[in-house]
Structures are given as C-alpha cells and as structure tokens.
C-alpha cells in the first residue's frame, strides 16, 4: 500500500505540473529530480515485494522469506539515497541561483552548442509562461532587468524594453493592455511582484515530499522488516 | 528691425514625477512630470512647446534658437551638447487639456535613422547629466521659457553583472 503512494507520489512530481523543470535542468544539478524517479521505482518494488512477503508468511517458507528480507533492505538503502538527496538539494535553490540563471539565459542568442541552445530555450519558455500565468516579473521584481546587465539587454534596447514584454499586463488578445505604462511603471499596466514564490513554491513541496514521505515510509517499512525478521528466526525449515 | 523682446522667464522648474515609478529613470530614458497651467498666459493657439535637453555643463551655454529653422535636431546631441524634442502644440499643456501625467523622454526608437524635420525623441546616448527646460516657441521666435531643471543623472547599473550564487 505504502508503494502504490509513493510510486503516485513520485509520479507526479516528475510529470512536472508547474513547468518548472527546464529551470532546474539549466541549472546542472537536477538531482531532486533523480530522487523522485529512484521513489517510483522503489515504490514500484515495494509493492512487489510485500506480495513476496504475504506468500511467504502464508507459506512459513524460510527462502522466500530470506529473499524478502534481503531484496526489502536493497531497496531501503535506495530510498534512503534519494531522500537525503532530496532533503539537501533543496538548500541549493537560492533566489540568486535562479536570478543568475535568467539574467544569463533569457533571451540569449549567441548560444555556443547544441545543449546550450537547448537550455537557453527551455528557460526562455518556461519564463515566458511563468511570468504570463503568475503575472510576476523577474525573480525579485522588475527592477532586477534594471539593475543588473543580461544577455536580455544586449538584443532589446533598454527605451523599448526597459523589462521584457511578458512582465506587461496583458488584454484578451495577448498585446499589452498599455504599452506607454508598462514602460514607465504605471501601476496596473505591468506585472510589480517578482516570480520567485511561484518557481520556490512547487519546488519546495517536491523536495519536501520526496523527502519526508519517503522517510516515513522507511520508518514504517523498518517496523515491517524488523517483524519479518524476527518471525523468520522462529520459523523452522 | 527692432529686436524681438527677450523671453519671459516663467518659474516653473521641469522635474521628474514625485510617483515612484520603476520606469521612471533608466539607462537612456527618464520621465517629466508634465507642466499644467504653466503657459496659459502667454500662449497663442499656434504656439508650440519644445522640451531642451542640454548636459548640465552645457546648459549655461545654451541660446534660444530665433526659429523654428534653428532648433537644434536630436542627432546634433553629440556635438551642440544640447537638442530640443517633444514638439506640442501650447493646448496640450493648457489648464484644460486631459492629458497623461507624465512625459518620457527618449521612449522613441524608430527616429533618428531618418534625416526628416520632424523632432525626434530618441534614446540618449549616455547617462548624462542632463538638464531640460521647456521653451515656448510663436512664429517671431521663443516667447517663454522655464527655469531649468536640476542636473538628472541616468540609471548606470546595467553595466555591472550579475551576482555571484
């Protein structure tokens, strides 16, 4: 039962509803995510194996029993891997490691190779998309396209694009409500809140669910093997 | 010919809005707050408005252009250190006229490529400082002028890069 939730949890993490995971890809070091494929598949071999388990007990067969134990501790050792990995990766994601991120891909055009081309677009898109449906403009605000040079700022000049179009609110037709507005600041013609809750938010609750879930299923999977073993010390061949 | 009578000197000093607008300074453009009221008195309905631009240095050096034919154009900014822009007819600024609060300078990037007549409200090309005043031009010649308006610095920092992580 515990597998069946963790391989559904686990799933949906890595089906990736909010679109962030271009980010994190970009970012070289998507290790949650690697923590939350390991969970399907060691959720998936929970599952399996409690049926080994339940044939087993219902056989008071010693082998089988053995092989459950052995295969059971194979895969905690794996979920622990992954929920550690997760717990501490989510340290890694800091606002300036996103700021950084995009101030250097977003929009660049002068890409080197075929990867950095494919990272530049996956973060160009999923911003594009992220300040559009959050209505939120750059990481802290739309002052950070002001501040700070990026590779936005060497193709849009700085009178047309003091920030990109995407931060400007938009009408039904997907033009900008007031184009003059938006590039003063005019409050209620462009987007005033920064994107990072809406990127730190779904990526907390992933890390933090892969995590913590996992650990409790160790915990209670600890219990369960702890039973079996001691039920197999009493049965006799 | 007698000489043309010098130009009122109206107190007004042209500033930037008070509102804390993100847009309202960046690095090639800035916003003034639009003048209300202020040339009622001496306005004819044919009299135009141009806004001076001139780098704060150079602001002491600047002169009235006689005509409409000696304004100095956007693209002469490099040499003359000064240039007037954002031509408007006298009733926009009129105590009746609806208008928008704010006026931006060099928000036009189209301009400046032409060789047209047209006055042309292009990006500036460095952070300055600048000073602007607002002229008052009649068919004779200027007919009003404001103060100037304190020395305005442009945004400098998109030079710098990013943080580090």
């Known amino acids: ?20 995971y271009p980010l994190l890809e970009a970012t070289e070091n998507d290790d ?43 895969t905690y050792a794996f979920e622990m891997a992954s929920c550690i990995t997760a717990a501490t990766h989510r340290d890694f994601l800091t606002p300036n490691l996103f700021l950084k991120q995009m101030l250097e891909r977003y929009n660049k055009s002068d890409t080197v190779n075929n990867n950095d081309k494919w990272m530049t677009e996956g973060v160009t898109k999923t911003w594009n998309k992220l300040m559009l449906q959050n209505q939120c403009c750059g990481v802290q ?21 003091p920030w990109p179009r995407n931060c ?56 369960v093997l702890l039973g079996t073993m001691f039920y197999w010390s009493r049965t006799e061949y | 010919l007698p000489a043309c009578p010098p130009p009122a000197l109206l107190p007004y000093v042209p500033h930037m809005p008070p509102a804390a607008l993100p847009g309202k300074l ?17 306005a004819n309905a044919s009299d135009t408005v141009w806004l001076v631009v001139a780098f704060a240095n150079a602001s002491a050096a600047f ?12 693209e002469r900014l490099p040499t003359a250190h000064s240039y007037m ?35 042309c409200n292009g990006p500036l090309p460095s952070p300055g400082p600048y000073r602007v005043k607002f002229l008052l031009m009649g068919c004779h010649g200027p007919k009003a002028e404001t103060r100037w308006s304190d ?13 580090p992580p």
Not at chain 1, 1 to 20: N, Q, Y
Not at chain 2, 151 to 163: E, K, N, Q, S
């Open chain 1, 141 to 161: 605000g739309p002052s950070d396209w002001q501040q700070y040079m990026s590779a936005f700022r060497t193709t849009h000049s700085d009178a047309d694009f």
């Open chain 1, 1 to 20: 039962m515990c597998g069946i939730a963790l391989t559904a949890e686990c799933i949906f993490f890595v089906s990736d509803p909010h679109g962030l």
């Open chain 2, 85 to 119: 822009t954002l031509e408007t007819a006298a009733a926009a600024y009129a105590c009746s006229a609806p208008s928008p609060a704010v006026l931006r300078v060099g928000g036009d990037t189209a301009c400046g490529d032409q060789c047209g007549r047209d006055p």
């Open chain 2, 26 to 42: 960046t690095a090639t453009t800035f916003a003034l707050e639009r003048p209300c009221c202020v040339f009622d008195p001496h």
């Open chain 1, 32 to 74: 949650i995510y690697a923590a939350a494929w390991i969970g399907i598949f060691v959720g998936f071999a929970l599952f399996a194996l409690s049926i080994l388990g339940i044939v087993g007990v219902i056989k008071c067969n010693r082998t089988l029993l053995l092989v459950y134990i052995i295969l059971m501790l194979i």
């Open chain 2, 151 to 163: 020395p305005i610095l442009l945004r400098r920092g998109t030079g710098g890069t990013a943080v």
């Open chain 1, 168 to 223: 400007c609110v938009m009408n039904d037709k997907g033009s900008p409500l007031n184009l003059d507005g938006c590039k003063l600041g005019v409050p209620g013609y462009y987007n005033s809140n920064g994107c990072y809750d809406a990127i730190s938010g779904p990526m907390n609750t992933h890390a933090w669910g892969v995590a913590w879930f996992g650990f409790a299923i160790l915990c209670w999977t600890f219990c």
């Open chain 2, 63 to 74: 002169r009235n252009p006689p005509s409409r034919a000696d304004v100095p154009p956007y």
